[in-house]
């Protein structure tokens, strides 16, 4: 919900430095100074287009701004940096990025894009702007992991401003692409923007796991859950499970191999988990699930970690009884298709007129996911003026 209060308060306390660290702090390095300035002039379209893609509001509410643009605002040193992520979501709010042709250097091109996540709309929508013809290819939903994100941490209403924007842009095709469908692809598109993610979700790999709920099960699952829900991971995703399970009305337990400061769960969600009274199991890892009258017993044997590089399974045991047990271990790649990403030097432009960007070149935020596409893309563009 937009806050025209809060935008007037907040955007004139930015110092508009000379040297702005906060545009360096951010992933995709975004002109903050530029953005505000717009926004104190009251040209929210103009500060829009200054990001320049349809995430803003977004990034606003599920990137780690205490790490990022907050962290790096000058302003922090006393303890009130400026609140970059509420104005950019507050400000796309009102005015909502729009994706229109803004160019004519890809008029005639046809380029297609694998994957309709966040990485792979961010370079289809430039694409478009510059007037290509691009087709989208998507196995399940466009920005699907999005949707998986609890309304409570991401309002489902900013997603669909998103989806909204992109309507009726692109040509998309509801179907896997694999190992063998690929080199085709890049035979009939000029250009071929990979960014298919972590497709395969990983597995617990013990006895029982047949009991356990996958992650985007439990999060979309609209059925009874009840009682007491063991979450096994230590990410954002298993946080989200956790805090759904406790909107639930169940008692919510996180059950990670390694220490707190190990989990790669942002710490502000943890905490925010914490307040809501979910408990946290650490050092223990899953050994096997049995079902144990109406409920499942689920064995965790003692862990020794010492960072996320070393992990020592001990010989001691525990039984933990629970009504739910809800794996959220994320996911993995699709071997086939990013074998295609080992031929280039380039991970942005692996080779030919193959690009890619998302998780495939290391990132797991929706910044570096967008920040990517913009550096994929330009890498393809300036190839254009190459030849």
């Not at 729009?98 to 370079?123: E, M």
């Not at 796991?209 to 859950?225: D, S, V």
């Amino acid at each position: 919900m937009c806050d025209n209060n809060f935008i007037a308060s907040e955007s004139v306390r930015c110092l508009g430095c000379a040297k702005p660290s906060c545009r360096n702090g951010c992933p995709i390095h975004n002109d903050i100074p530029s953005f505000i300035r717009a926004v104190q002039n009251g040209d929210y379209s103009g500060a829009v287009d200054i990001v320049g893609h349809p995430f803003g509001e977004i990034c606003g509410y599920v990137c780690p701004r205490e790490l990022h643009c907050t962290a790096h605002c000058v302003l922090s040193a006393k303890g009130a940096p400026v609140q970059t992520g509420e104005l950019e979501r507050n400000v796309f709010a009102i005015q909502p990025y729009c994706v229109q042709r803004r160019g004519n250097l890809l008029h005639g091109k046809n380029i297609a894009v694998v994957g309709g996540g966040v990485s792979g709309i961010t370079f289809a929508v430039k694409a478009y702007e510059q007037g290509a013809d691009v087709t989208v290819y998507e196995r399940d939903g466009l920005l699907s992991t999005l949707q998986l994100i609890p309304n409570f941490r991401l309002p489902r209403v900013a997603l669909n401003r998103v989806l909204d924007g992109i309507q009726g842009k692109f040509n998309v095709i509801y179907r896997n692409v694999d190992g063998d469908t690929l080199p085709k692809l890049l035979q009939q598109y000029c250009a071929v923007y990979l960014a298919t993610g972590q497709t395969r979700i990983r597995t617990l790999g013990v006895s029982g796991e047949q009991f356990a709920l996958p992650h985007n099960k439990f999060l979309t699952e609209r059925g009874e859950i009840s009682g007491s829900v063991a979450v096994i991971g230590g990410g954002n995703t298993a946080i989200d499970c956790a805090r759904t399970a406790l909107k639930r009305g169940c008692k919510a337990t996180v059950v990670y191999r390694r220490q707190r400061a190990d989990m790669p769960a942002f710490d502000s969600e943890i905490n925010a988990a914490l307040g809501e009274g979910a408990e946290f199991c650490f050092n223990v890892a899953p050994v096997n699930i049995v079902c144990d009258g109406d409920g499942l017993a689920l064995t965790v044997c003692r862990t020794v970690s010492d960072g996320r590089n070393s992990l020592t399974l001990t010989d001691q045991t525990h039984v933990m009884h629970c009504d739910t047990v809800v794996t959220a271990l994320g996911g993995s790649f699709d071997a086939e298709i990013y074998l295609q990403l080992t031929l280039g030097d380039d991970k942005y432009h692996p080779v030919g007129n193959l690009y890619a960007g998302g998780d495939a070149t290391g990132g797991s935020l929706v910044a570096d996911a967008v920040r990517d596409a913009l550096r994929a893309f330009d890498n393809f563009t300036h190839s254009l003026g190459e030849k």
